[in-house]
């Protein structure tokens, strides 16, 4: 009986060390393109029946456990973050990020044209007299 008790913890102990191992189906650097988020969109989507939420600074919210290295198969450039919507057209999501000109977002999905736009910073420029 004791052998068989140490038999069935050792089994679970190498279950669990493979199961912590496991590796992402894909490994990637960081997603630096909203080209190549897009395609970690739709590979979770497909798994998922959902798109993944990144808040800014490469941080998942609250009600999602883990981390986006796991659930993406690569981390994505802490610049971009990905709002996630569901419209009566459909479910969907945006790329979204700024730099020192403005403000750009990249919509995917059923409402992408409502989610996409660019807005340039106002550029003060001095004049002499």
């Given at each position: 009986m004791v052998r068989l008790v140490a038999f069935i913890l050792a089994i679970g102990c190498v279950i669990l060390v493979m199961t912590l191992s496991k590796k992402p189906d894909v490994q990637l650097g960081a997603a630096t393109t909203p080209e190549q988020?897009?395609?970690?969109?739709?590979?979770?989507f497909a798994k998922q029946g959902k798109y993944l939420q990144i808040k800014e600074n490469n941080q998942l919210p609250e009600y999602e456990f883990g981390n986006i290295l796991t659930k993406l198969g690569a981390t994505v450039?802490?610049?971009?973050?990905?709002?996630?919507?569901e419209s009566p057209n459909g479910r969907g999501y945006r790329v979204r990020w700024e730099d020192n000109n403005g403000v750009y977002s990249i919509g995917y999905g059923a409402d992408a044209q409502n989610w996409t736009y660019t807005n340039l910073k106002e550029v003060s420029v001095a004049t002499s007299t």
């Open positions: 988020i897009a395609l970690l969109e739709e590979a979770y450039d802490t610049k971009y973050s990905i709002d996630t919507y």
